[in-house]
């Protein structure tokens, strides 16, 4: 028996087709993939079958259901976990859990069992806020408050995107044993080791079904867009004599809790430097530190010269930065988001003309230089937010996850751009949870329960730990941590 059946379903936003002409199954008790670039439709496809959207031609029935007429009976059966973080950040776990129940006229108390093996990872933090959870820690809250009303039918639009390998495995896990339990699983994710977990996958491009298949005859028949051949780069040696980051014993206190413990390490001018280690390891923390947004509890840095803790704000005018969260202003077009930022960093009129024409030009936006920044694909978006972090010339460039939930097509061509950018003497501090990015850096260090525990070249660090990959070294070092996640 089918649990979800798509026929010729299309969906057109104005003169834009989301969805054309798309059919599927997914069997009863299944785990099965909906992959695809950014923009290809899959969002579309899940608010349809969720009862958000109604499709513009064709039908889609979820357990029998028809998802236009029988929204009531379909919204009783489903959990959906959409992309966006789907908690209330100001209420507690507890309370998060409690308002889903209730959408579900139903108990946290009548639905326990169905999460206990999950909420037992979570629940001795129970009252504090969704929003000062970590990442997995999020994820896990998110998965409870989409099970708490036992469905048979669990919609995951990429659920883990922005959190680290080691908790990524520990939700796929989780995801197993519900597919013991017979709830049928329709997922998307970036990930390629996630898509192989799946036990069939569709690859959607464009709003059309390209194929559909076990995940190695869909990756190895779309190899160009899931496994696109490695970027060659040469180190630029000439330019690594001179340090533009340097760190000593640095700490940063949160009451009794110390977020980074004692951290030292420098950086060179021209390098990409990765600062990798998992959900609530340090990272953004020490992050916050070296652009001047925070303040350190103790020891010493200097970010392009200048002392971060008293002349942050001549490092803000020397650095490029783009966070975790998107860092454009969506109500503005392409061309007006290029022109803000130009004035904030002071350059003239002329440069910032000049170099927005190159840049559009460079980017091949020229023909959406007048469209609204949020009507953009994701991967759009971020090759915009990372030139424009560097349309000044900064000396150095902050990247706090600068590629989650992007396709490895469209990561490849990010990274194209960094290496431009270190090619012109721009250096690159890049956090990043995908250890095939790790792999393009010059130097990476890996920090643990907030201090650094290994740092050195990828096959420094593959040969001093006899590992095969930096996926390998990377859950290696991050299992050995001793304080939660959290």
């Known amino acids: 028996m089918n649990a979800i059946e798509v026929n010729h379903v299309s969906k057109s936003y104005g003169t834009l087709k989301a969805l054309d002409d798309v059919s599927f199954t997914v069997g009863k008790g299944e785990v099965f993939g909906l992959i695809g670039p950014d923009g290809a439709g899959k969002t579309s496809m899940y608010r349809i079958l969720c009862t958000l959207l109604k499709p513009g031609q064709g039908r889609a029935l979820v357990d029998g259901f028809d998802t236009v007429n029988q929204m009531a009976q379909i919204r009783s059966r489903v959990g959906y976990m959409p992309g966006k973080f789907s908690l209330y950040q100001d209420l507690t776990v507890q309370e998060n859990l409690e308002f889903f129940a209730t959408l579900f006229a139903t108990t946290v108390e009548q639905g326990y069992d169905s999460i206990k093996a999950i909420y037992s990872q979570i629940e001795r933090f129970?009252?504090?806020?969704?929003?000062?959870?970590?990442?997995?820690?999020?994820?896990?809250?998110?998965?409870?408050?989409?099970?708490?009303?036992?469905?048979?039918?669990?919609?995951?639009?990429?659920?883990?995107?922005?959190?680290?390998?080691?908790?990524?495995?520990?939700?796929?896990?989780?995801?197993?044993?519900?597919?013991?339990?017979?709830?049928?699983?329709?997922?998307?994710?970036?990930?390629?080791?996630?898509?192989?977990?799946?036990?069939?996958?569709?690859?959607?491009?464009?709003g059309k079904i390209r194929g559909i298949g076990t995940p190695d005859e869909i990756l190895t028949r779309f190899a160009d867009i899931f496994n696109p051949p490695a970027i060659e780069h040469a180190a630029t040696s000439e330019t690594h004599d001179e340090?533009?980051?340097?760190?000593?014993?640095?700490?940063?206190?949160?009451?009794?809790?110390?977020?980074?413990?004692?951290?030292?390490?420098?950086?060179?001018?021209?390098?990409?430097?990765?600062?990798?280690?998992?959900?609530?390891?340090?990272?953004?923390?020490?992050?916050?530190?070296?652009?001047?947004?925070?303040?350190?509890?103790?020891?010493?840095?200097?970010?392009?010269?200048?002392?971060?803790?008293?002349?942050?704000?001549?490092?803000?005018?020397?650095?490029?930065?783009?966070?975790?969260?998107?860092?454009?202003?969506?109500?503005?077009?392409?061309?007006?988001?290029?022109?803000?930022?130009?004035?904030?960093?002071?350059?003239?009129?002329?440069?910032?003309?000049?170099?927005?024409?190159?840049?559009?030009?460079?980017?091949?936006?020229?023909?959406?230089?007048?469209?609204?920044?949020?009507?953009?694909?994701?991967?759009?978006?971020?090759?915009?937010?990372?030139?424009?972090?560097?349309?000044?010339?900064?000396?150095?460039?902050?990247?706090?996850?600068?590629?989650?939930?992007?396709?490895?097509a469209t990561r490849r061509q990010f990274w194209e751009l960094i290496y431009d950018a270190a090619a012109r003497g721009i250096t690159v501090f890049v956090t990043t949870h995908y250890m095939d990015e790790a792999e393009y850096c010059d130097r990476i260090s890996i920090m643990v329960d907030g201090k650094i525990s290994a740092m050195g070249t990828p096959a420094e660090l593959k040969e001093k730990f006899r590992q095969p990959d930096m996926d390998h070294v990377f859950t290696y070092l991050a299992r050995q941590a001793t304080r939660s996640s959290d």
């Open 243 to 408: 340090n533009v980051i340097e760190v000593e014993h640095l700490v940063k206190a949160f009451g009794k809790f110390h977020a980074v413990d004692d951290i030292s390490f420098t950086v060179k001018r021209g390098e990409i430097f990765g600062f990798l280690g998992a959900n609530g390891a340090g990272k953004t923390t020490a992050m916050h530190m070296l652009t001047g947004l925070n303040q350190p509890t103790s020891g010493t840095g200097r970010v392009a010269g200048y002392d971060i803790r008293t002349e942050h704000e001549q490092i803000k005018k020397h650095i490029g930065y783009m966070s975790q969260r998107f860092s454009l202003y969506e109500d503005l077009t392409v061309a007006e988001n290029i022109r803000l930022f130009g004035g904030i960093y002071d350059m003239s009129d002329a440069d910032i003309s000049r170099k927005t024409d190159e840049l559009l030009d460079r980017l091949q936006f020229t023909d959406h230089k007048n469209d609204l920044v949020g009507s953009l694909p994701l991967g759009w978006k971020q090759k915009l937010a990372f030139s424009v972090s560097i349309f000044h010339d900064p000396s150095i460039v902050f990247l706090d996850e600068p590629t989650g939930g992007v396709d490895p």
């Open 126 to 206: 129970k009252d504090r806020k969704a929003g000062a959870l970590s990442g997995g820690m999020k994820q896990k809250l998110a998965l409870c408050c989409a099970l708490v009303h036992q469905p048979s039918v669990l919609f995951l639009d990429e659920p883990t995107t922005g959190v680290d390998p080691v908790s990524r495995k520990e939700f796929w896990d989780m995801l197993q044993a519900l597919k013991e339990r017979e709830i049928t699983i329709m997922a998307s994710t970036p990930y390629l080791d996630e898509v192989r977990r799946c036990e069939r996958v569709a690859f959607l491009d464009q």
